[in-house]
């Protein structure tokens, strides 16, 4: 499985967009770029996932260039309700099968 | 609908007793998850269910843990002889199916302490 590499933590303020890189060298043609979010005390969540360009959702932005060795979460807007540890993952999911969690990113949004 | 649910939210035992540890999942889903997360550290996977059968154990880190899904829906992960290094949130999580494995929908977990 595809190694990722994200920093530890981030600081940000209510309001401004947020932009997470995940960094994947070695990702695989059957590989999808995945991200969840954990708050304190609670299981991850879902956020989205990619293949490739450009994904959106009602939450975030996933952007992925044409080689794919990197990916960057977009977060508009954030509020404090955001603050939380973003993951993100690689890997082929179409068999089934575990997530590969990494340490993640704490983002703290300050007011 | 309801989530996934977990009992007990937390349980302190002692060094060498045995704990069980209960996951609910959503209705429907039929793959089903355990990881288990240290403090400050990302989820770290231990088995998979696909129905009643463990499709992927790889993750157990010795034979003191254990799993089943005897009907296909509740799953217990079982620890024999807990060690204070076993002391660590115990999430579950399932999915749809195993196509949508890439979507897990977590429980609030278990937070074990073993004394």
């Known amino acids: 499985l595809a190694k990722t590499t994200q920093p530890i933590s981030m600081d940000s303020y209510e309001g401004q967009e947020v932009n997470i890189t995940c960094s994947h060298n070695?990702?695989?043609?059957?590989?999808?770029i995945t991200w969840y979010q954990q708050f304190p005390s609670q299981g991850p969540r879902f956020i989205i996932q990619g293949y490739k360009t450009k994904v959106t959702n009602e939450v975030a932005s996933l952007f992925i260039p044409a080689d794919r060795k990197s990916s960057t979460l977009s977060l508009p807007r954030v509020s404090l309700s955001d603050t939380a540890v973003y993951y993100c993952?690689?890997?082929?999911?179409?068999?089934?099968?575990?997530?590969?969690f990494g340490q993640g990113t704490e983002l703290s949004v300050k007011p | 609908g309801a989530g996934v649910s977990q009992t007990p939210s937390n349980k302190v035992t002692e060094k060498g007793k045995y704990v069980e540890l209960r996951c609910d999942p959503i209705?429907?889903?039929?793959?089903l998850y355990w990881y288990r997360q240290s403090l400050g550290q990302g989820p770290e996977f231990l088995i998979y269910f696909q129905g009643t059968g463990a499709a992927d154990d790889s993750g157990l880190p010795n034979d003191r843990f254990f799993a089943v899904r005897p009907e296909g829906s509740v799953s217990t992960l079982k620890i024999q002889r807990t060690e204070r290094g076993d002391s660590a949130v115990y999430l579950c999580?399932?999915?749809?199916?195993?196509?949508?494995?890439?979507?897990?929908?977590f429980g609030p977990g278990t937070r074990l302490t073993v004394t």
């Open positions: 070695n990702i695989a043609t059957n590989d999808y």
């Open positions: 999580a399932s999915s749809l199916d195993p196509v949508s494995s890439y979507e897990q929908y």
């Open positions: 993952l690689v890997g082929d999911y179409n068999q089934g099968g575990k997530l590969i």
């Open positions: 209705s429907g889903h039929t793959a």
